[in-house]
């Protein structure tokens, strides 16, 4: 899995479309637990890990400043795709007229929390009635053309409007800040030798090397 996950809040706005705004988090190694500020109001927050894996973490109808929230990811929280909830059938017919049937899927199948499709993220409420709105499926990872990565690897940022840090996503054997590194071949270098070893935030003598 890689060492980060996507936290997508989304703001209910009366009479409006909704607000839907993107944080990136990276996992400290060695670590289960991430920690999350968010200044803004939202009513929904999902958490994306990799290979674009959706999980319901927090469903509230007002938002409430200050508010200390401890969520964890769950299997049956995670959001299924219409793909394994219809058939064929379904599936074949135009849009307007499968989406119609997206409220029994909340009603028929009792532990369905959300579920998807290339337009629409779905919630199933209290009720069992299915709320849905647009979702962006296809956001790019390329820090949005200024992709600062090394060897074609994957730039991600922690807020899509307002970037303030880009993280690389290095694959198997490279590693570093900008995965400049890479533990191919024979090296004598202690970056090489124990880069995946090195634990953030810990003073050498306690390192597990």
Not at 25 to 35: A, G, H, L, M, S
Not at 39 to 68: M, P, W
Not at 139 to 159: A, K, P, T
Not at 180 to 195: H, N, P
């Amino acid at each position: 899995m890689m060492p980060f996950v996507f936290i997508h809040s989304i703001t209910a706005i009366e009479n409006d479309n909704h607000q839907h705004k993107t944080i990136l988090k990276k996992i400290i190694f060695d670590r289960n637990i991430i920690t999350v500020f968010i200044t803004h109001s939202f009513h929904v927050l999902f958490i994306e890990l990799a290979n674009r894996t959706y999980y319901l973490g927090v469903l509230r109808e007002k938002f409430i400043e200050s508010e200390h929230i401890q969520t964890r990811i769950l299997s049956n929280y995670q959001c299924l795709s219409i793909n394994e909830l219809m058939n064929n059938t379904f599936l074949n017919y135009a849009f307007v007229h499968h989406a119609k049937y997206y409220p029994y899927l909340c009603q028929q199948q009792k532990q369905l929390k959300c579920f998807y499709d290339n337009r629409y993220r779905c919630i199933c409420d209290v009720n069992r009635f299915s709320n849905c709105f647009t979702f962006n499926h296809t956001l790019s990872y390329d820090c949005q053309g200024e992709n600062i990565c090394e060897n074609g690897d994957l730039c991600f940022q922690d807020n899509i409007k307002c970037p303030i840090l880009s993280i690389c996503a290095c694959p198997e054997c490279y590693y570093g800040t900008k995965c400049q590194f890479s533990t191919r071949g024979f090296v004598l270098s202690l970056d090489y030798i124990l880069g995946y070893h090195i634990k953030p935030n810990v003073l050498f003598h306690r390192q597990p090397f």
